[in-house]
């Protein structure tokens, strides 16, 4: 199953892509996510990894996760090592008058679950699929207020 | 579904040691065992009592302990089922489930309801495999009889073993999580007006595991599951008179009003719950030597563990507004 949603924010694609590719903002953006640890050397970058949890339903759902592309500032992509099989994706665009096409792809499902996991994943999906429109909301509040009170400073 | 009957090993415990055995005897004393069931079938059963005999032999040998039946992938790929289960039909919520320690070995120690069909086990087993992982070891144990009804293969790929102190100290030897419910067979059929209540009916063969294991106690008290059928007795009396106790280490025969039945006696065949919202909350780990010194006083360990569950268990049943609604 794959859910996604895009937004534009008014700020340059570097200071988007800083903010969605710092692990220590995913509690406060990504809606729902009890959990989102540096467990590498690197905090960021290809082989990063992260052991994250994000309430889904009843459970909190995660795993570890690994950066498994790493193009800034145009794309960002992790898959599952443990828990869930999942991958998320980060693509940020150029748009007109330096603001940035932000897109958040999320893939998640359990292979060889069978039916009731198809189930899972439809039931699990419009909540999830509201849940990132709200982060990629905070994602552009987050980083447009950065935006102005650096050009306030300035 | 899965239920850990500790109680029922704790009493096991408790007899070897109020008669003296030597653990090891634990072998002869189950051979005995068997031949009592025998002797008490042949008195039953009559001319049945030699087929009979050898499927309570079958059933018997199903439930030897293999903590390699447990299979991480199969696990994986059902937790679908639990998910709706869990996030559907019981809205369930398990709260604190980080205090359980990261690693090692930990005796998670329930309050249980909801007859034969626990939903506090469905939600919280679910809540510690999406949690943790499937990778990480986890056990649960549980009555003889549903080991060997016909959802126990299953169960036994989910973690599930039968409910023996020596079951469980194996899961703690190796480093697993290990989830009891000593109040067992008991507790779970309590009637519906002792719902707000801790029951392990004196139990405390919980305390010698993780005394002997020396692994701390991390109590969990749910709320929830007694409201998914109308439970009336216990029918301990009937099943005496029935010799189940013997028969089966059933100590109990219960009596509720529950979907499709209406009247359930045994819930052997399981029942249709009602849609409670079941809560769970997980409490701080408890470290009986640190707590009690060296030489720890059971009787004490026992109302100060029972008496936390207890507190925890009324301040879950003050949020709750109304029945199966939460």
């Known amino acids: 199953m794959r859910v996604q949603q895009s937004v534009t924010v008014n700020a340059a694609r570097a200071a988007v892509w800083d903010f969605v590719t710092d692990p220590a903002n995913y509690c406060d953006f990504l809606e729902g996510t009890t959990r989102w640890e540096v467990v590498s050397d690197e905090d960021r970058g290809l082989g990063a990894r992260y052991r994250m949890l994000l309430k889904v339903g009843s459970a909190e759902v995660g795993g570890l996760i690994e950066v498994v592309e ?49 189930i899972a994943e439809r039931v699990a999906a419009p909540s999830l699929r509201r849940r990132l429109r709200r982060s990629l909301l905070n994602v552009k509040q987050a980083v447009e207020k950065s935006a102005m009170t650096g050009a306030i400073n300035r | 579904m899965a239920e850990s009957r500790a109680g029922t090993a704790a009493q096991a415990h408790n007899g070897h040691r109020s008669n003296g055995r030597d653990p090891r005897e634990g072998i002869s004393s189950q051979a005995e065992d068997r031949s009592g069931v025998r002797s008490i079938l042949r008195r039953v059963a009559g001319p049945f009592a030699g087929p009979i005999g050898r499927i309570a032999d079958e059933l018997q040998s199903r439930l030897s302990a293999d903590l390699d039946d447990r299979d991480p992938d199969y696990i994986r790929e059902n937790l679908s089922l639990a998910w709706l289960l869990s996030s559907i039909w019981f809205r369930g919520e398990v709260r604190d489930i980080g205090r359980i320690p990261d690693k090692g070995p930990v005796l998670l120690v329930g309050n249980h309801s909801g007859g034969n069909l626990t939903p506090d086990t469905i939600v919280f087993t679910l809540a510690f495999y999406t949690y943790f992982g499937v990778e990480r070891r986890f056990h649960q144990l549980a009555h003889n009889l549903v080991l060997t009804s016909p959802v126990g293969p299953m169960l ?132 009986l030597h640190e707590r009690f010194g060296s030489d720890v006083d059971l009787d004490a360990a026992y109302t100060y563990v029972t008496g936390l569950m207890q507190d925890q268990l009324d301040s879950l049943a003050a949020e709750r507004r109304l029945p199966l609604i939460g």
Request: hydrophobic share 45%; glycine share 10%.
């Open chain 1, 70 to 118: 790493w193009s800034p500032p145009a794309d960002m992509a992790w898959s599952s090592v443990t828990g869930i099989d999942q991958r998320g994706r980060w693509m940020l665009r150029e748009a007109s008058g330096d603001r940035t096409r932000l897109t958040f792809r999320f893939a998640y499902g359990v292979a060889g679950g069978g039916i009731t996991a198809m």
């Open chain 2, 156 to 287: 036994r790929r989910y973690g599930t073993v039968a409910a023996s102190h020596e079951n469980a100290r194996k899961a703690l030897e190796a480093d697993a999580a290990v989830l009891v419910y000593p109040g067992g067979d008991w507790e779970v059929h309590r009637p519906s007006w002792q719902t707000h209540k801790v029951d392990f009916n004196g139990r405390k063969g919980f305390l010698r595991l993780a005394l002997e294991a020396n692994v701390p106690i991390v109590p969990i008290v749910s709320v929830g599951g007694q409201e998914t059928a109308l439970f009336l007795s216990h029918g301990q009396r009937l099943s005496k008179f029935l010799a189940l106790d013997k028969l089966f280490r059933l100590k109990v025969l219960p009596v509720s009003i529950s979907l499709p039945w209406i009247v359930n006696i045994g819930d052997f065949f399981g029942h249709l719950p009602l849609p409670a919202k079941i809560t769970s909350q997980v409490m701080e780990p408890i470290d």
